[in-house]
């Protein structure tokens, strides 16, 4: 279960930054070196990620079992546009020679 905790800024401050936040959204630039692997983390809100460079990326889950291997889809191309309605605790790899950075969007669930 998600919790505030495994919050991809919470959890792992140094791939996570953002940029913009207000009552309905939260703006994060992520950016994972070649090579490198975020710490487990989690997007507690539903967020669209505008994948602005890199070559590839590889998501596993807690168990890390891979949830998304861009190197097995022939059709993955950069910059490419994603949408998660909130996913499981992560780690996300960049396999590829070059910096993967990601913008992504945080909606904020409207209360009441």
Do not use: W
């Amino acid at each position: 279960m998600a919790t505030d905790d495994l919050d991809g800024v919470v959890a792992a401050p140094a791939h996570h930054v953002v940029l913009f936040e207000n009552d309905a959204v939260r703006v994060l630039e992520t950016t994972i070196r070649s090579g490198d692997v975020t710490p487990l983390h989690t997007h507690l809100t539903p967020t669209v990620s505008y994948v602005v460079s890199g070559s590839h990326l590889l998501r596993r889950d807690q168990d890390e079992r891979t949830l998304l291997d861009t190197r097995t889809d022939p059709d993955f191309v950069m910059p490419r546009v994603l949408y998660s309605a909130g996913l499981p605790p992560h780690t996300l790899e960049n396999p590829g020679p070059s910096d993967l950075v990601i913008i992504g969007v945080e909606l904020k669930q409207r209360q009441g």
